[in-house]
């Protein structure tokens, strides 16, 4: 892991401290390593409160107030970074794969990033709109179910669906006890054997479209996400990811 430390610089006064965290949370949330790498150095007991030797990754701190080291180096917050990633099929959207596999971090390996994590999940056969970022907060925000923002998915099926199967999409299924349901479902296109769905989501659950769609018996072929609120993938490449502008940020602040 490349490491970079920033040297502490002098601070703002704060009208109240933000909410304390687990040490290892803070360490992700500064924008050094992933929770897991942060473990692994407080494990190593390389990591300092206050000029106190840490071994309990649990332990609560304040990143913004508490005096945190690492390797005798102080740990202060990166500058906030939102992207946008136009994931491809096949990629896991994790740090580390057990398993070997390719992961969206890959797509990102050549741009001077802090540590930034991933805005909720595409699954691997799922692909488009991924958001990447180290403010934790604004990521809680879009992924709070309070907050219903939107998520827009076109979608490849293996079938000819007619207003009536529109219908029975619409009103839902109950898979495994949970009832599963779609905010919209609207035909965009058919042709030969297959067609495609514009599937419009307020809330997050597993695999939620596929098991939607399998409750049917229902095939799906691909599944891309094009928007988040009003944020539009638009023509960003497949594999490549940029920066948002403030006005593609003001979009999603929650």
Not at 2 to 10: D, E, S
Not at 151 to 169: G, N
Not at 180 to 207: F, K, P
Request: glycine share 8%.
């Amino acid at each position: 892991m490349t490491r970079k430390f920033i040297h502490a610089r002098p601070e703002a006064k704060q009208a109240a401290s933000t909410p304390k965290v687990s040490l290892n949370r803070a360490l992700s949330k500064l924008g050094l390593c992933s929770r897991k790498q942060a473990e692994q150095m407080i494990a190593e007991g390389r990591v300092r409160v206050m000029g106190k030797v840490v071994s309990n990754p649990s332990l609560r701190v304040d990143p913004d107030r508490d005096r945190i080291t690492v390797d005798g180096e102080r740990i202060v917050a990166e500058r906030k970074v939102y992207l946008m990633l136009n994931k491809p099929r096949g990629l896991v959207t994790t740090r580390d794969d057990p398993e070997g596999r390719g992961t969206v971090y890959d797509c990102i390996a050549d741009l001077d990033l802090p540590f930034v994590s991933p805005v909720g999940r595409l699954d691997k056969a799922s692909e488009g709109l991924l958001l990447m970022t180290n403010d934790t907060r604004w990521a809680n925000g879009l992924l709070d179910p309070a907050s219903h923002v939107a998520k827009t998915y076109h979608v490849q099926i293996a079938s000819m669906p007619d207003e009536a199967m529109l219908a029975r999409f619409r009103t839902g299924a109950v898979v495994d006890g949970e009832l599963l349901t779609a905010s919209s479902i609207e035909l965009l296109r058919s042709g030969g054997r297959t067609a495609w769905l514009e599937i419009m989501l307020d809330e997050g659950r597993n695999r939620q479209i596929r098991r939607l769609l399998g409750a049917f018996d229902i095939e799906v072929l691909r599944l891309v996400r094009v928007a988040i609120g009003a944020l539009q993938l638009g023509d960003l490449a497949k594999g490549k990811a940029r920066h948002l502008t403030a006005e593609e940020l003001a979009m999603v602040r929650v």
